[in-house]
């Protein structure tokens, strides 16, 4: 087999739309339910404080790291009372946005956005302000900000972190394996896709009670993340289905979950965050951001460990923005905020508290950002090993106005057969008529 480097639910089928009038119409169906929640979250909550500062609310989800900057933020801005709305997933948090951007009410005075689902917020016409200005130019690397331009060439996302994969691996797992445990050595072992999926074929037989990897979503996000144009070409053609790269992941993906590489669950649920503790996997697609995260779900389990090592290279998954709705009273205080988050100097301080990796440019030089090793990957130098993984990415995928959807639907069709709902052959013809749907 072979991956090129370049180039659950059974229900609803269609994955969650963007389209504006259906949007609408989903809002207006559901007005009467929506009145009470959206007098309770509107927009930026309380106009003014009790004690008459301006409350300024950011929606966020997974981790940012923001918590210690927003107490900063409020030091610095006395007049500013700062109430950060966290979720726990991306998913969550966007259908949470789109139900109150449908309804005209509701979002909070800055909303983030995973970089996955910037593409359909760009669509979004007026929707957000323009977050243009002189004092930000030249902040962030060239391709973050194309990915928060709109095609009237309106920055309507200012850009917090990229998402540099290393691979993450349980040391104890694989010295009981017989596995090396060195991160060099072990580099070796996922030099490209063929050398780590016959590596986790070697340790499956040899620990039969735990999984290769995590979840076949995530390891298909990564493999997704390194071709060139997987769902749609550069004029926004729809080309899923009928590009071979896409379904040589797919069968790749489905065919390791078969010979006992991948768990069966869905990445982000509770057994998927279970897993973590009970020896379930030994290894997973690392981006920066998923440090935090793995460590907050295996507290107090020791052998993580990460290798300054890529399957074919490099990749990037996630990394998110900042926007400003058009809807927010505060618009202008909030753009401020957005500005301040997203400066160099305090994205150090958030991969300093959950190893968001900076797409500023002057952040990405920062020697406490280098220097910096995380004691709960047994000492690793986080910040030159992901340093060293952004350097390694040669392409970003193309990601037009429907490849959040698509993907939901992509990733859907694999989850039904690592849970048994449907054979491979099934789940790509299901995933077929889904991209149909979509358009």
């Known amino acids: 087999m072979h991956i090129s480097p370049f180039g659950p639910r059974q229900e609803p089928r269609l994955p969650f739309t963007t389209s504006t009038t259906r ?3 989903l809002a207006l169906a559901a007005a009467g339910a929506l009145v009470l929640s959206l007098g309770l979250a509107a927009c930026g909550g309380d106009d003014e404080a009790e004690d008459g500062k301006t409350t300024l609310t950011v929606a966020t989800f997974n981790e940012f790291g923001y918590e210690g900057l927003i107490e900063e933020y409020m030091e610095l801005n006395p007049d500013i009372k700062v109430v950060q709305k966290k979720l726990g997933t991306w998913e969550e948090h966007r259908d949470n946005l789109y139900t109150k951007l449908a309804a005209g009410s509701g979002l909070s005075d800055i909303e983030a956005i995973e970089g996955d689902g910037m593409p359909a917020i760009l669509e979004e016409k007026g929707a957000f302000i323009d977050l243009s200005d002189e004092s930000v130019e030249g ?4 391709w973050k900000v194309k990915a928060g331009t709109n095609a009237d060439g309106e ?12 691979i993450c691996y349980r040391a104890d ?7 090396p445990t060195d991160r060099e050595e072990v580099a070796a072992l996922f030099a490209d896709w063929d050398t780590y999926f016959e590596t986790g074929q070697d340790f499956v037989e040899k620990m039969p009670d735990t999984a290769w990897y995590d979840s076949s979503k995530g390891t298909s996000q990564a493999m ?4 060139a144009y997987p769902f749609e070409d550069e004029d926004n053609n729809v080309v899923a289905t009928s590009n071979p790269e896409v379904r040589e992941v797919f069968d790749t993906v489905t065919s390791m979950q078969a010979a006992g590489l991948a768990t069966n669950l869905d990445q982000w649920s509770p057994d998927w965050i279970a897993a973590f503790q009970n020896d379930g996997f030994a290894t997973m697609a690392c981006p920066g951001w998923m440090l935090g995260i793995i460590e907050g779900n295996a507290a107090g389990v020791k052998g993580w460990d990460i290798a300054d090592a890529f399957p074919g290279g490099g990749g990037n998954w996630g990394g998110s923005f900042l926007t400003v709705p058009a809807m927010g009273e505060h618009q202008e205080e909030a753009k401020k905020l957005a500005e301040w988050l997203t400066a160099p100097e305090q994205q150090i301080k ?4 959950k190893f968001t990796f900076p797409s500023q440019v002057d952040a990405q030089k920062d020697p406490v950002l280098l220097e910096a090793t995380q004691p709960f990957f047994n000492d690793a130098p986080v910040g030159q090993i992901l340093s060293n993984r952004a350097a390694a990415v040669e392409l970003q995928p193309y990601k037009g106005p429907k490849y959040a959807d698509i993907i939901t639907a992509f990733q859907a069709a694999i989850l039904r057969v690592d849970q048994g709902q449907e054979s491979p052959d099934e789940a790509w013809e299901s995933f077929t008529a889904d991209v149909e749907r979509i358009g």
């Open 173 to 179: 797992l694989f010295k009981k394996a017989g596995l």
């Open 224 to 227: 997704i993340n390194q071709l």
């Open 139 to 142: 902040r962030w690397l060239d």
């Open 155 to 166: 920055l309507i996302g200012y850009g917090t972190d990229i998402g540099p994969e290393g």
């Open 23 to 25: 949007r609408r119409r």
């Open 350 to 353: 958030a991969f300093d508290a």
